[in-house]
């Protein structure tokens, strides 16, 4: 079992920054695949970024030059830098953890990002 509890969603204004943080209650070396997904109201769940043990990283082509997906090993944190944000971005960010890469899942509480004037 792997517990997952991500941080610092809030409110920010269009162009505005946030980072978020998902504490791992296991070493993250060990996982497979860290991931911050996020579903908007009336939207599906959406892959945003991915990160591999390996370091292979894959964003979505809507969040691709503006989100940053990063890891602190030595912390058990993975992290989701938001920059440039717009009101499209609202929504609940969830972390994900793909233990093996054979579709164990372990997902987060999520925390909500809300962009607006």
């Known amino acids: 079992q792997v517990q997952l509890v991500e941080s610092g969603g809030g409110l920010v204004q269009p162009g505005g920054s946030l980072r978020l943080s998902c504490a791992v209650s296991?070493?993250?070396?060990?996982?497979?695949?860290m991931g911050w997904y996020r579903q908007a109201p009336g939207k599906e769940r959406e892959l945003v970024a991915r990160?591999?043990?390996?370091?292979?990283?894959n964003y979505a082509d809507s969040v691709k030059g503006r989100f940053t997906i990063s890891r602190d090993n030595a912390k058990n944190t993975v992290y989701l830098q938001m920059n440039s944000l717009k009101p499209e971005d609202t929504a609940v960010y969830y972390c994900?953890?793909?233990?093996?890469?054979?579709?164990?899942?372990?997902w987060g509480q999520g925390t909500l990002v809300t962009v607006s004037s």
């Open positions: 994900n953890a793909d233990l093996t890469n054979w579709g164990d899942y372990y």
């Open positions: 990160i591999t043990s390996g370091s292979s990283i």
């Open positions: 296991r070493n993250i070396f060990s996982i497979y695949a």
